[in-house]
């Protein structure tokens, strides 16, 4: 007998949205349900993604070690990606945290829910949303994975720092090539000139350096400043958990001290040692510049160990 049944599901925002609905094969009346917010990107409800090609179901096989441990898992495309309707070009980041909170709708009105123990589990760019998600709609949790503290700005920086860290340490003619190529005052000048155009922007795109760019989603992530995500983690009436690995080199875990200095008692941080941006175990040198060639070599391997205990042993903790 499986241990997980699943169902195919149609989730009414203000577009459809497609996605799969993971439950435990056990005769309990209701479960506690987790929502997986996806990070940024084109990867769908299991963590693939079409462009570039890259198939590591990173978010079905959390799903399904979730429901594994007793939570009904509801994973789902974000619109315009997968089987869900909408147009990439023109989502905004309010968009998407709508989105969220259509998918806790669902869940609440979902006959095996708990409706009291709803989580928000958030991965890279999903932190940022459930985050803001549970000011307004508040939920029984939040779980942050890689992104924690943040908002949309201070990541691009962070790895702007790192990609200039890096071409500084590489040798041969690549690395001189690099140097001459990329310098340090004109990626900080053009970064500047994106944040002013953008949040001074209006429609729903934008040319920026001749390339049409999602305005609206640019500008709403960075209009929602850093003070704005750390008053929402402080006023959060839910115990929370944030997660980061120290070789992730798309969110930085010093960023999780922020949170232990809410000084909240129902707040946990853990910085996983070897952990990526993909929550995979990665203990070579932290690197930006192979970071895809990185990505697919690590594609099949398995969520980081650590997480999943981390994940139990909370989650068993405050809701089972």
């Given at each position: 007998m499986?241990?997980?049944?699943?169902?195919?599901?149609?989730?009414k925002?203000?577009v459809?949205l497609?996605?799969t609905?993971?439950?435990?094969?056990?005769?309990l009346d209701?479960?506690p349900a987790?929502v997986?917010?996806?990070?940024?990107?084109s990867a769908?409800?299991?963590?693939?993604?079409k462009?570039p090609?890259?198939v590591?179901?990173?978010?079905k096989e959390?799903?399904?070690?979730l429901?594994n441990?007793?939570?009904i898992?509801l994973r789902?495309?974000?619109?315009?990606?997968?089987e869900?309707?909408?147009?990439p070009i023109?989502i905004?980041m309010?968009?998407?945290?709508n989105d969220?909170?259509?998918t806790?709708?669902?869940l609440?009105?979902h006959?095996?829910v708990?409706?009291?123990?709803?989580?928000?589990?958030?991965h890279?760019?999903?932190c940022?949303?459930?985050t803001k998600v549970n000011?307004t709609?508040?939920?029984s949790?939040l779980?942050?994975?890689?992104g924690a503290?943040?908002?949309?700005?201070?990541p691009m920086m962070y790895?702007?720092?790192?990609?200039?860290?890096?071409?500084?340490?590489?040798?041969?003619?690549?690395?001189k090539?690099l140097?001459?190529l990329?310098?340090?005052?004109k990626?900080?000048?053009?970064?500047?000139?994106?944040?002013?155009k953008?949040?001074?922007s209006?429609?729903?795109t934008?040319?920026?350096?001749?390339?049409k760019?999602?305005?609206k989603?640019?500008?709403?992530?960075?209009?929602?400043?850093?003070e704005?995500?750390?008053?929402?983690?402080r006023?959060a009436n839910?115990?929370?958990?944030?997660?980061?690995?120290?070789?992730?080199?798309?969110a930085n875990?010093?960023?999780l001290k922020?949170?232990?200095?809410?000084?909240?008692?129902d707040a946990?941080t853990v910085?996983i040692?070897?952990m990526?941006h993909m929550?995979?175990?990665?203990?070579?040198?932290?690197?930006i510049?192979?970071l895809m060639k990185?990505?697919k070599?690590e594609a099949?391997a398995?969520i980081?160990?650590?997480l999943?205990?981390?994940?139990?042993?909370?989650?068993?903790e405050?809701?089972?």
């Amino acid at each position: 007998m499986n241990s997980i049944i699943e169902e195919l599901v149609s989730i009414k925002s203000d577009v459809i949205l497609k996605g799969t609905l993971a439950l435990p094969n056990t005769d309990l009346d209701q479960y506690p349900a987790i929502v997986i917010i996806n990070g940024s990107g084109s990867a769908d409800r299991d963590g693939n993604m079409k462009k570039p090609a890259l198939v590591t179901n990173l978010y079905k096989e959390l799903a399904h070690f979730l429901t594994n441990l007793g939570f009904i898992t509801l994973r789902y495309d974000k619109r315009s990606v997968g089987e869900s309707e909408g147009d990439p070009i023109r989502i905004g980041m309010l968009d998407l945290a709508n989105d969220v909170n259509s998918t806790i709708s669902f869940l609440k009105q979902h006959s095996k829910v708990n409706s009291e123990k709803i989580i928000l589990l958030g991965h890279s760019e999903g932190c940022i949303l459930a985050t803001k998600v549970n000011e307004t709609t508040p939920v029984s949790g939040l779980v942050l994975i890689g992104g924690a503290a943040t908002n949309l700005k201070e990541p691009m920086m962070y790895q702007n720092r790192q990609t200039l860290e890096e071409i500084k340490r590489l040798k041969g003619i690549k690395g001189k090539l690099l140097r001459f190529l990329v310098k340090e005052h004109k990626i900080v000048k053009q970064s500047e000139e994106l944040f002013i155009k953008m949040e001074g922007s209006e429609g729903d795109t934008i040319r920026f350096k001749l390339k049409k760019m999602p305005a609206k989603w640019f500008r709403e992530h960075f209009l929602y400043r850093l003070e704005n995500v750390l008053d929402a983690l402080r006023q959060a009436n839910c115990p929370i958990l944030a997660i980061t690995g120290d070789k992730d080199v798309q969110a930085n875990s010093e960023d999780l001290k922020r949170v232990d200095d809410l000084g909240k008692l129902d707040a946990k941080t853990v910085v996983i040692k070897n952990m990526d941006h993909m929550l995979k175990e990665y203990k070579g040198e932290k690197t930006i510049l192979n970071l895809m060639k990185q990505y697919k070599k690590e594609a099949t391997a398995p969520i980081h160990i650590q997480l999943k205990a981390e994940l139990r042993d909370w989650l068993i903790e405050q809701y089972l």
